[in-house]
């Protein structure tokens, strides 16, 4: 059964970087055709779609975020990562890191499952 | 950017009621359209995927309709666990964005 689980710092200072590492069970990231994503959600709001990446290393972002965030594989083809630079209070939400799946038929359509628990990071002097 | 947007934010509903939400895209989308439940505390779970495919094990009180740049979600016969709140996303353009939510409360 695949699962996914982030980890990393839960509090950051001002102008840090924020880490996160997700870990996948249950497959290999680089056995499958799927991409991988992160997505945030700030406490008390909505969604964000942060980025995506396929394990052959494309990658799509946000571009709200683009000049900031850097989404890889880390090698041990079990773990994918999301780096964000210069975190302000704003950057403080719940991330979640998950599986894109890709419709068969209608090329393109994508959605997010599994998704991990998510992991709180706030940003705070 | 495509913009997402969903109404009402919030209603109040009974157990039994039928409920639809509506999502709105700023443009075409064509069916690139997914929903998904939110409950507290807790990481958003697929229901549709495509616009009106429904995800395997929802229930099939749920169903998705819509095209261009119009859809709804359409939950009858509301149970205790469907208080929730409920997001659209488009996947037809990158980045694949969100509804703000719709939060469906007793």
């Known amino acids: 059964q695949l699962q996914l689980q982030e980890s990393g710092p839960g509090l950051l200072k001002p102008s840090e970087t924020l880490s996160l590492n997700c870990t996948v069970s249950?497959?290999?990231?680089?056995?499958?055709?799927?991409?991988w994503g992160w997505i945030r959600q700030p406490p008390g709001q909505g969604l964000e779609w942060i980025g995506i990446i396929y394990y052959g290393g494309s990658t799509y972002y946000n571009p709200s975020l683009k000049s900031r965030v850097t989404i890889s594989v880390v090698t041990s083809e079990k773990q994918f990562s999301l780096r964000l630079r210069s975190v302000t209070a704003a950057d403080t939400a719940v991330y979640y890191c998950?599986?894109?799946?890709?419709?068969?038929?209608?090329?393109?359509?994508?959605?997010?499952?599994?998704w991990g628990q998510g992991t709180l990071v706030t940003v705070s002097s | 950017d495509i913009q997402m947007t969903q109404s009402p934010s919030s209603l109040s509903a009974s157990v039994g009621d039928r409920v639809t939400i509506t999502c709105r895209a700023s443009?075409?989308?064509?069916?690139?359209l997914n929903w998904y439940q939110q409950k507290p505390g807790k990481a958003p779970k697929i229901l549709i995927y495509a616009a009106s495919s429904l995800q395997s094990g929802v229930p099939s009180r749920f169903s998705g309709s819509g095209s261009g740049t119009d859809y709804t979600l359409t939950i009858v016969s509301l149970q205790h666990e469907d208080f929730a709140t409920y997001y659209c996303q488009q996947s037809y353009t990158v980045p694949h964005t969100f509804g703000q939510g719709t939060k469906v409360e007793i």
């Open positions: 443009q075409s989308i064509s069916s690139y």
């Open positions: 998950a599986r894109v799946i890709q419709h068969q038929l209608l090329y393109g359509a994508s959605w997010f499952d599994p």
């Open positions: 249950g497959v290999s990231i680089s056995s499958t055709d799927d991409y």
